[in-house]
């Protein structure tokens, strides 16, 4: 798994959801409170052998986030940036060959904190996209 995510971050460096969030893309949970950002995180990832290949099926979330007084248009233009970057995408893994990556379904929720965010505001709007992934062993 090393491998394929390594191979993730590299994909979102320098794309253009890396540069809607200033940057802020965290494997598993942000180390800092600034928004908007995204979080990745690995749910599963089974394996499945056939006689001849090997295949790891990995279901991939990642997290939109920004403040809700940011107003909805970053959320949207956060996941249409998404979306171009992984859907039907291409990713370089090393010993591994990328069978599909594809998005699968769209969660999104908005939530009333308790401890007021950076800009002071309490909303938070949270967009969860779930990706499979099929990868065959090299």
């Keep these: ?22 940057g802020r893309v ?3 949970e942000a180390d800092s409170p600034d928004y908007p950002r995204v979080v990745y995180s690995i749910i599963s990832a089974p394996k499945e052998k056939t006689f001849t290949e090997q ?3 990995v279901l991939l979330q990642v997290s939109l986030y920004s403040a809700k007084s940011a107003g909805t248009t970053i959320m949207t233009t956060m996941y249409n940036h998404l979306v171009a970057l992984l859907d ?21 929720m908005s939530e009333k904190l308790t401890t007021p965010l950076p800009d002071g505001s309490t909303g938070l709007l949270g967009w969860h996209v ?8 090299a």
């Design 1 to 22: 798994m090393n491998n394929f995510l390594e191979a993730l971050k590299n994909k979102f460096t320098d794309s253009d959801l890396y540069n809607d969030v200033s």
């Design 55 to 57: 295949y790891v099926n």
């Design 88 to 108: 039907e995408g291409t990713l370089d893994i090393t010993g591994y060959t990328l069978v599909w990556m594809r998005e699968e379904n769209l969660v999104p």
């Design 130 to 137: 779930d990706f499979e992934i099929r990868l065959s062993k």
């Design 26 to 28: 965290h494997l598993d």
